[in-house]
């Protein structure tokens, strides 16, 4: 079955960095375009970044462009979303994301929170 896996985010000031990781199996992992998402307190869960298949192409949510990245290694099937230069509204819980056919599969979710 599908599993997503994400890494453990953890509690960063103003300006930091972190990496967050998402172990993927159960599916072809090369074959899916993989996504970021978050969901801050009170909020509706918000795409924030997506990669192709083959990692040739990328997008952002406006709010994190420039300052998040989004890879894969296809080797390994994992997707990482680097964050940088990171605010108090990027606080939320993060979740890894693939939609196979009509159906999302969603990984448990990883806290990461910004202090000012």
């Known amino acids: 079955q599908v599993q997503l896996v994400e890494s453990r985010g953890g509690l960063v000031q103003s300006g930091g960095s972190l990496r967050l990781s998402c172990a993927a199996s159960g599916f072809s992992f090369s074959s899916y375009g993989m996504s970021w998402y978050r969901q801050a307190p009170g909020k509706e869960r918000e795409l924030v970044a997506t990669i192709t298949s083959a990692g040739g192409s990328t997008n952002y949510a406006d709010s994190v462009k420039g300052r998040f990245t989004i890879t894969r290694d296809n080797a390994k099937n994992m997707v990482s979303l680097q964050m940088n230069s990171l605010k108090p509204e990027d606080t939320a819980v993060y979740y890894c994301?693939?939609?196979?056919?009509?159906?999302?599969?969603w990984g448990q979710g990883t806290q990461v929170t910004v202090s000012s």
């Open positions: 994301n693939v939609r196979i056919a009509i159906k999302h599969y």
